[in-house]
C-alpha cells in the first residue's frame, strides 16, 4: 500500500502560531469545543477555537501523551504547572467534584 502525500497551505499568521495560557473545554455529544485563550488580567482574548470529534479528540490524546513521553526521555520529567490561585479569576477548574 502506498501512502499519499498531501501539501499543506499555510499562510504566515499560521505558521508563526499564537500563545495560549488558557484553555477552556465543553462538549456535546458529537463533538468538544477547545477555546484557547491569552490571558492577562484584566484582559484576554480568544485566539483559537478548534472543534473536533469525540474520536479525533481522543487520538489527539494518545498523540499528546506519546509526544510528552518522548519529549520527557530527552530532556527530563516536566512538571505539572501548579494551578492559579482562585481569586485570580482564572486557570484550570477541576468541575467533577
Do not use: W
Not at 456535546?28 to 490571558?39: H, K, P, S, V
Not at 520529567?77 to 501548579?82: L, R
Amino acid at each position: 500500500m502506498t501512502q499519499k502525500q498531501i501539501q499543506i497551505k499555510a499562510d504566515t499568521k499560521e505558521i508563526q502560531g499564537v500563545y495560549s495560557n488558557l484553555l477552556e473545554i465543553k462538549h456535546t455529544q458529537e463533538e468538544f469545543c477547545l477555546d484557547f485563550f491569552n490571558l492577562f488580567p484584566p484582559v484576554g482574548a480568544l485566539v483559537s477555537r478548534i472543534i473536533v470529534s469525540p474520536g479525533h479528540l481522543k487520538r489527539m490524546i494518545r498523540a499528546f501523551q506519546d509526544n510528552l513521553k518522548k519529549y520527557e526521555q530527552r530532556f527530563g520529567t516536566v512538571q505539572e504547572a501548579k494551578a492559579p490561585h482562585k481569586e485570580e479569576g482564572f486557570g484550570f477548574e477541576d468541575r467533577g467534584k
